[in-house]
Each structure stands twice: as structure tokens, then as C-alpha cells.
């Protein structure tokens, strides 16, 4: 991430939200972000904290096990992708660390809505090709950005 200051404006969290739900029309997974403006050293590591929220959100109880955090801790300038074990079984070697960088460039860019929306895209992308919605899709977990 930017050294700069990370912050979302209410369009922003608009838009991603709107990216959500785009994504998630082409397939049954579920699709979470969530931005924290920190990780505290006393709650261990951001990929520690990422797996926390990851079971606190529920992301593995979708269906299909095919729930996926994009966790963001803005000040350690971590960038976490977790996919439960349904899509992690089926993306290619390496697509979670190409979302990764992915998103990194752009928040180097300064372009942290595009780089989040923009991830989230591929993610939808990887999930629809798996996991297409099916007659009694529902929507399990909430399309708006979970932030601070």
C-alpha cells in the first residue's frame, strides 16, 4: 500500500459494494472485503487477524465453501486473500498472490477503491468460472465493505 493515509469516502464503499454484487451475480460464492485501519502486534499477525475475521464473518458456512476475505490492514500495508477450501481448490496456482499484487500496485498508485473493485472483479471472475449462480442462489453474507 501507499505510505499516504488509506481511506475510503462513502462513494467508495458505494462502489465497492456495487462491485460486490456485480461479481456475485455471475456465480454462487460470496465475496466479503474488509479494511481495518490497523493490526495491533498483541492480536498477532495480519494473516492471523485475516483468518479471524475470515471465521468471524462466517465466510466458512457459504454452501459451497466458497466464501473469499479480502482483509486490508492499512497501516501495516497488509493485503490478505483468503478463499475457504471449495474455491481454494479450483483457482490456479498463484491467483491469490496475483490479487495480491495486484491490489498492492494500485493502492501504490493511490488508487485504492479502483485496486479493491478491480480485485474484486477477479475474484468474481475465478468464482463464476467454478461456482455459476444456481436457481436458489440466496446471498448469503452482506455485499457492503466491512471498514474500521
Do not use: Y
Not at 42 to 51: C, D, F, H, R
Not at 87 to 108: T, Y
Amino acid at each position: 500500500m501507499a505510505a499516504g493515509s488509506f481511506s475510503l469516502s462513502r462513494a467508495d464503499r458505494k462502489r465497492i459494494a456495487e462491485a460486490i454484487t456485480a461479481a456475485e451475480r455471475t456465480t454462487s460464492g460470496e465475496i466479503v472485503v474488509r479494511v481495518v485501519p490497523s493490526c495491533p502486534p498483541s492480536k498477532g499477525t495480519p494473516s492471523e487477524q485475516a483468518l479471524r475475521e475470515f471465521q468471524s464473518l462466517g465466510l466458512e458456512k457459504t454452501r459451497d465453501r466458497t466464501g473469499v476475505l479480502l482483509f486490508i490492514a492499512a497501516e501495516q500495508h497488509a493485503i490478505e486473500v483468503l478463499g475457504d477450501v471449495g474455491i481454494h481448490a479450483k483457482v490456479p496456482d498463484g491467483f491469490w498472490d496475483g490479487v495480491v499484487a495486484s491490489l498492492s500496485q494500485a493502492f501504490k498508485a493511490d488508487r485504492f477503491a479502483d485496486g479493491i473493485c478491480d480485485a474484486v472483479s477477479g475474484i468474481g471472475a475465478q468464482l463464476a468460472k467454478h461456482f455459476p449462480p444456481r436457481p436458489d442462489d440466496a446471498n448469503e453474507l452482506p455485499n457492503r465493505p466491512v471498514v474500521g
